[in-house]
């Protein structure tokens, strides 16, 4: 298996970069945001704590995307290896993942850390609400809130990895084919 944590700050392009990578390298895409998002279009309780939440930019309790992240791991137990996209963004769900797949006798094997400037984020985060239908991407309060949640809760996930030599920094300005030729080479260079 080869698990791979695709990692940054909302806006950083891990949704365009993960679509490309599962893809090419045939891992199985993990979204917790794109997993809350089903949760709430389908209206069930878990969706309906999520959707308030996520509505103020603020992040949805640990356990409640450890379970989910759970869930879906154990339906796909033959997957060559899995893409984390937008998790863990705490140190309790880095500790979390680790021991699921360690009790698989899985590990992470890479994170690669996408690096862009708080001010482009904001600009890119506010042009995806004109279309992503995403009332989070709309409001420039929660826009910079979420940034501010990564910064505070999320950075230290990045600096847990560190301590494992587990870290690749790329920076995620500059053209979609430029980023993932990158990407690629870690990927590469690691597998
Ligand atoms: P994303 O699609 O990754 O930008 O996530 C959208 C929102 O979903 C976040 O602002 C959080 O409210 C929530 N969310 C997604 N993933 C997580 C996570 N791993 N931990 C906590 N909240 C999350």
Redesign the pocket.
Known sequence: MFNLILFGP?GSGKGTQSEKIIAKYNLLHL????L?RAQISAGTPLGLEAKS??EK????PDNV?IGMINDVMAYNKDAQGFLFD?????VA?AEALDQLLKENGEKVNLMISLKVDEEELVKRLLNRGLTSGRP?DRNEEVVRY?IKEYNNKTTAVADYYKQFGKVDEIVGIGSIEEIFDNIGKSIESHQ
């Not at 979204?31 to 794109?34: F, K, M």
């Open positions: 909302p979204s917790t945001g794109d809350l939440i996520m930019g603020q992040l949805v995307v937008g998790f863990p963004r705490t769900q989070d979420r």
